[in-house]
């Protein structure tokens, strides 16, 4: 089974809208952390946000936050006043308790900004 | 912040070659670097994790001879692809476990390979 599933393969929004992109993901562990990154066309993984499983408040930095849901395992991005060098792939991660730091990667959402 | 250099940023080379990727940890020390492997427009595949000093563990199916990791030093880790083919082009990248920061991970930029 899949353990994070990103159900949207590919996005396009208007500028200046705010954009959310789902995450949903599959853990038995009680401690675990969600992790979104952006990866525009050069390649580069840039880390955006990150939810433990028991931090009480959603994650923010600046227009990025997280929607965390964590009885029904979700863990949305949600990006405000979306901007051109938004577009990129967005992908989820999570890291389960005993998994030696490894991370489980989500298949990614291609987000394209409109002018 | 902490920074991974990842050299080179991209390498065509015959088929047949060996071609080595280094991962650097400028200013932090990296004990777990993690390689990945990645095709057009699909998610990043866990190659194999590495932890300074001690071999490296391969993913399933990930050919250990193939796909030489060495991590000799906590600011080095290296993976050599041998006897490369086309079917090994690709984007590799690499991730260091770094306790610097609270998310934990910092990405290099990427290598772009291309075998012809």
């Known amino acids: 089974a899949q353990k994070i599933t990103q159900t949207q393969p590919g996005m396009f929004v208007q500028e200046k809208e705010a954009v959310t992109l789902d995450c949903t993901y599959d853990?038995?562990?009680?401690?675990?952390?969600l992790f979104w990154y952006k990866q525009p066309s050069s390649g580069e993984m840039i880390f955006l946000i990150y939810?433990?499983?028991?931090d009480q408040q959603n994650a923010t930095e600046g227009r990025y936050s997280l929607n965390f849901q964590k009885a029904r395992k979700s863990a949305n991005l949600v990006i405000s006043a979306s901007q051109l060098g938004d577009s990129a792939m967005y992908f989820c991660?999570?890291?389960?308790?005993?998994?030696?730091?490894?991370?489980?990667w989500g298949a990614g959402t291609k987000l394209i900004i409109k002018p | 912040g902490a920074v991974v250099s990842q050299h080179p940023s991209w390498v065509i080379c015959k088929s047949g070659t060996s071609v080595k990727i280094e991962c650097r940890s400028l200013?932090?020390?990296?004990?777990?670097m993690f390689w990945y492997r990645q095709f057009p427009k699909q998610s990043l595949m866990l190659m194999a994790t590495s932890n300074e000093g001690s071999k490296a563990t391969y993913e399933q199916g990930v050919e250990k001879d193939k796909f030489l990791i060495n991590h000799a030093s906590l600011t080095l880790s290296t993976l050599t692809v041998t006897s490369a083919h086309p079917e090994d082009s690709s984007f590799y990248i690499c991730?260091?476990?770094?306790?610097?920061?609270?998310?934990?991970?910092?990405f290099g930029s990427g290598t772009r390979l291309t075998v012809v």
């Open positions: 853990t038995s562990d009680p401690s675990y952390g």
């Open positions: 200013d932090f020390q990296a004990t777990t």
């Open positions: 939810q433990g499983s028991y």
């Open positions: 991730s260091a476990r770094d306790r610097g920061t609270y998310y934990g991970y910092t």
């Open positions: 991660a999570m890291r389960e308790m005993d998994s030696n730091y490894q991370l489980i």
